[in-house]
């Protein structure tokens, strides 16, 4: 009876020979069959990056390609003589060295004396894996040798952290970068795999494998033979997802049931917290924009979502409360009880008065209700916080001069006494508190500015690049560049005015009276910089009255014209009648207030 042939695994078994059969590499298969078929081979190449993405196997090919006799186009052929002998492992041109186990200086000494003896083939190539791990001495024995090898001599030097490798073995090389595959093209890797070898292995299962390979080739070839093997495989990346989708519904009941499912399972709680924080990440970096390696498409658009629903403020907040638990468990008497509080503080931020949990609450709130129009309480409460009144009507001569009376806005409908415009009112009455009441001055006539409009109907969202429009304008002033974007002295003579229209790519900025918009003038510019800083285009503001009446060059002149001339003879005191103080404001501001006065005590 033949003896049967033993298994080998997948990513053995199909272990790229050739530089087009490595996947996900291009930038460095393609400069390497360059440099082959022109000639041009370096006396030494660095290899970096993570586990699995073919960094030894690109070696080998490399070598196999410096010894072959049938070269084409910069490939070896695989079939001659120094080909099939390196396949063997029998070749003497290709010498291979474990850096993690031979890490001493006598091991480098024996590899610099040999590679001063010839060689059967055309070149002698030196593969030194996971050259990180070398000893100091090790690593300053073999410097010269890199730097000024023999003419025949090649090294290529792997590791998966590049920046443990010496400076100077770095400088004396060329260094290439190895890439965690993309999900597409592992999915890609792994059903050419599966069709070829037969293994059957269903579409959803395929889909695992890609998961639980995160990026490395290697990773997912072998969690294919283990489906392969048994049929199917356990997804235990499900109990993380399950705690994220728990988390994002605010559910901690559910939280602590899937960790008591997971726990009971026999699944660490250490492991099952690497596993949510990795989930998390991922959800923080499809969020954010970023490539989410490693996962299908189906999966991105999965953590996207995730995202999506727990928020910018949510997800850094999940990140640092479970980062912090990992690092407690490792000195805690139960682990998964600092697991268990971690993720009840992550889905209920009710519970924590941390300051992140605050923030995330408030970003809750502004996500519920963002895209609704706003109440017509509080646009009439904004509406009234900004009107100052702009002028005193002028006696007629002889007559003493009357303060217009002070009337309290009326509340919308349905709000109790009190409340809207009349609260915005309070603002107004309060900043003229201080203020010594005289008597009005006549009115001088001067030319108006251009009336602001009293409605603009809604404009569409301003596209990357375009120039923005009134709701644009109005949503970024309030929520960032108001608040974050300018100076306090610009901050304080701005934030009550509102952007009405925008005319001709110029915005119009109301303001409450024609004083205010004066003293607003040198802070246009700054503000002008902060609006072109937030939307990447030239914003260009004017400064506006609120509802004042348009006038012209004509109307100036007529009313000019028509000036009645009063000398001071003809000035009288008002006296204190009809002139209403702060107590009388604040009075008909809340209907039914009544006013208490206290003794100061000696």
């Not at 200086?105 to 003896?117: C, E, F, V």
């Not at 995730?306 to 980062?323: C, K, Y």
């Not at 229209?501 to 003038?521: C, I, T, W, Y």
Request: with cysteine; net charge negative.
């Amino acid at each position: 009876m033949a003896d049967a042939v033993p298994y080998q695994s997948l990513y053995r078994r199909y272990r790229p020979q050739r530089f087009a059969e490595v996947r996900g590499q291009d930038h460095v298969t393609g400069a390497l069959r360059n440099a082959v078929r022109e000639g041009k081979v370096s006396h030494g190449y660095l290899f970096s990056g993570p586990r699995g993405t073919g960094k030894t196997s690109t070696a080998r090919i490399l070598a196999h390609a410096l010894n072959c006799t049938d070269l084409q186009d910069g490939e070896p052929c695989g079939v001659c003589d120094s080909c099939t002998a390196a396949k063997r492992g029998a070749s003497l041109d290709v010498v291979e060295l474990d850096a993690a186990s031979k890490t001493g200086i006598d091991d480098i000494r024996d590899l610099i004396s040999s590679a001063n003896l010839g060689t059967p083939g055309l070149r002698k190539v030196y593969i030194i894996d996971e050259v990180h791990m070398l000893s100091k001495g090790a690593s300053a024995a073999l410097l010269k040798t890199i730097e000024e090898p023999p003419a025949h001599v090649v090294f290529v030097l792997a590791t998966t952290d590049a920046q443990k490798v010496a400076p100077t073995i770095r400088s004396r090389t060329q260094h290439f970068e190895f890439r965690l595959l993309s999900g597409d093209v592992l999915a890609g890797l792994v059903s050419d795999i599966s069709a070829d070898a037969g293994l059957g292995v269903a579409p959803e299962a395929i889909d695992l494998v890609v998961r639980r390979g995160k990026g490395s080739a290697r990773d997912a070839l072998s969690v294919l033979d283990q489906v392969a093997a048994a049929g199917h495989v356990e997804d235990d990346h499900a109990d993380a997802d399950a705690m994220v989708e728990a988390i994002c519904d605010g559910d901690a009941a559910r939280v602590l049931l899937a960790v008591s499912d997971a726990c009971a399972a026999g699944r660490d709680p250490r492991v099952i917290a690497s596993d949510v924080l990795e989930q998390l990440r991922n959800a923080f970096l499809a969020t954010m924009g970023a490539t989410v390696p490693g996962l299908s498409d189906d999966a991105v658009d999965q953590v996207a979502d995730q995202g999506r629903r727990l928020g910018a403020a949510g997800l850094v907040r999940a990140l640092d409360a479970v980062g912090e638990a990992l690092t407690e468990m490792r000195e805690a008497l139960d682990p998964r009880l600092s697991l268990e509080v971690a993720l009840v503080r992550v889905a209920r931020p009710d519970v924590d008065a941390s300051p992140a949990a605050l923030l995330e609450r408030i970003e809750r709130l502004e996500r519920a209700v963002s895209g609704q129009a706003a109440a017509p309480a509080v646009a009439a409460a904004r509406e009234a916080a900004a009107a100052v009144p702009t002028a005193v009507p002028r006696a007629a001569p002889g007559a003493p001069a009357q303060a217009p009376p002070a009337q309290a806005p009326a509340d919308p409908p349905g709000a109790p006494p009190g409340s809207g415009q009349a609260r915005a009112a309070l603002g107004a009455v309060r900043a003229r508190a201080g203020r010594k009441t005289a008597p009005a001055a006549p009115a001088i006539p001067e030319a108006q500015p251009t009336a602001a409009p009293t409605s603009t109907p809604p404009e569409p969202a301003a596209g990357p690049g375009a120039a923005p429009g009134r709701d644009d304008l109005t949503k970024a002033w309030g929520d960032t560049v108001l608040t974050t974007a300018l100076y306090n002295a610009a901050r304080a003579r701005l934030r009550v005015g509102r952007f009405v229209s925008v005319d001709d790519g110029v915005a119009q900025f109301a303001l409450p009276n024609e004083v205010h918009r004066k003293m607003s003038e040198p802070y246009r510019a700054e503000a002008e910089g902060a609006l072109s800083a937030h939307f990447g285009v030239t914003v260009r503001l004017k400064l506006v009255v609120e509802d004042a009446p348009a006038s012209t060059a004509d109307d100036v002149a007529a009313a000019a014209a028509d000036e009645e001339t009063i000398t001071a003879d003809e000035l009288v005191d008002a006296g204190d009648e009809g002139v209403a103080t702060p107590e009388d404001r604040l009075k008909e501001a809340f209907p039914g207030a009544e006013e208490v006065t206290t003794e100061a005590s000696p």
